[in-house]
């Protein structure tokens, strides 16, 4: 394992302010080094050089390994791309990912682009999809488009792969990575694709597709964003009107991982405690895990060690603080948007999940909400995709979907997941 110092990735660029949509504010250095989940993967991820001025350029691909799931892809190719550092402000970054191109032909103009956005992995460079694969969950649901004549681009997000923490559910720096993912693979692509772009996301990634469809207007107005998708929505919106019926935060209704991951990804801001003053000696494991490993080690900590919130934090309040991340104020989104809530998600309750439905309609976005009895969280990725082949069509096509935001109304509490589904657990 590599061991990096803190180092300015502004000393190598420009500093972010340089870019329309990027807040500005004073650099901060970058955040390198295991103890922020960086590791030595393979010399792709590493760029020594001078970094060019602008994000959304291709610095390199690599041709990667077959995935099983993945069938229908005449090219695989793992990218390292540019892009801006929202979090720690220090200029322009490479990120990682993956782009793949549909066998058949390409139409007249390109492919269509679908950017997508994945959910928790783990806030260690080993969890890129580019390093270690797309999950098969998400490799058939990639599959699924590209055999409909659509390319595809995956991010694996900022700082995972690519140097410093990953600024996990932080939709504003995982926003931009979709964006320039999308951007990295028109200007690399000849023609092949085309300036259509459907975002789309799940769960971690519900909040970065949303991001994206946020910050595009400003931060990439050269891309042609035709729909976006959100599923399993993380999303709050804490200046609405209507918001859940929860009594806790968001991180304190979800296991002790995600606060930790949250935690090393700088959800506390610049000047917090580090994550090692904030464990107790019990969760301390489960901090070094999240450092080196990834969901299913994170998950086997916990289950071993009986962890909770409250048994591995001094103080489980800090959670609370951890939901600004994820937080946005209501605004009319710029395209149709798809969201999706599985009725049996237990991880992302269904109310939390209408809550952001019902911020984004009474913002006047146009949104078209479909929720599915059964479903649970994972299980919604593929539940909804044949309306989600629908919605985009009807987008691409210029005519859309129906807004149905009239109709919507609180789902309550969560059912209990029904067999046939797939990877409905």
Request: net charge neutral.
């Amino acid at each position: 394992m590599k061991a990096f110092a803190s180092v300015s990735v502004a000393a190598l660029a420009l500093c972010a302010s340089a870019h329309p949509g990027v807040l500005h504010a004073a650099t901060e250095s970058l955040p390198q080094g295991p103890i922020v989940g960086d590791q030595d993967l393979s010399p792709f991820y590493r760029w020594t050089g001078a970094l060019p001025e602008k994000p959304g350029l291709m610095l390199r691909e690599e041709g990667i390994p077959d995935q099983p799931e993945i069938v229908a892809a005449a090219t695989a190719r793992r990218i390292l791309y540019t892009s801006t550092d929202a979090r720690w402000r220090s200029g322009i970054i490479p990120v990682s990912g993956t782009l793949y191109l549909p066998k058949r032909a390409a139409p007249q103009g390109g492919w269509p682009l679908v950017a997508w956005a994945h959910g928790t992995l783990g806030v260690s460079d080993r969890c890129a999809p580019s390093w270690s694969r797309h999950r098969p969950r998400d490799g058939e649901y990639i599959n699924n488009w590209l055999e409909q004549g659509f390319a595809v681009v995956a991010t694996d997000y900022q700082g995972l792969g690519g140097p410093g923490p990953h600024p996990y559910l932080n939709w504003q720096a995982e926003g931009r990575s979709v964006l320039d993912a999308a951007r990295a693979a028109l200007d690399h692509s000849n023609g092949q694709i085309a300036n259509a772009i459907i975002i789309t996301g799940q769960s971690q990634g519900s909040g970065a597709s949303l991001g994206a469809t946020r910050l595009a207007a400003s931060y990439a107005p050269d891309l042609n964003i035709k729909a976006s998708i959100a599923t399993g929505v993380v999303s709050q919106f804490p200046a609405a009107a209507k918001k859940s019926s929860s009594e806790h935060s968001f991180a304190r209704s979800l296991p002790p991982q995600i606060t930790i991951l949250m935690m090393i990804g700088g959800a506390l801001g610049s000047d917090a405690i580090r994550p090692d003053d904030l464990v107790t000696e019990g969760g301390k494991p489960l901090l070094q895990a999240a450092r080196e490993g990834c969901n299913a080690e994170l998950a086997q900590v916990v289950r071993s060690n009986g962890l909770t919130l409250a048994n591995s934090l001094k103080d489980p309040e800090i959670a609370d603080r951890l939901s600004a991340a994820i937080e946005m104020s209501p605004v009319r989104m710029p395209v149709p948007v798809f969201l999706a809530t599985g009725l049996a998600d237990k991880s992302i309750q269904p109310q939390r999940q209408y809550a952001a439905v019902a911020a984004l309609c009474a913002a006047g976005s146009h949104v078209v909400w479909k929720a599915y009895a059964g479903v649970s969280h994972n299980g919604t990725v593929h539940a909804a995709y044949s309306d989600e082949l629908a919605f985009v069509q009807a987008a691409l096509a210029g005519n859309p979907m129906q807004s149905n935001c009239a109709s919507i109304s609180d789902p309550g509490p969560p059912g209990d997941p029904l067999p046939g589904f797939k990877f409905n657990d």
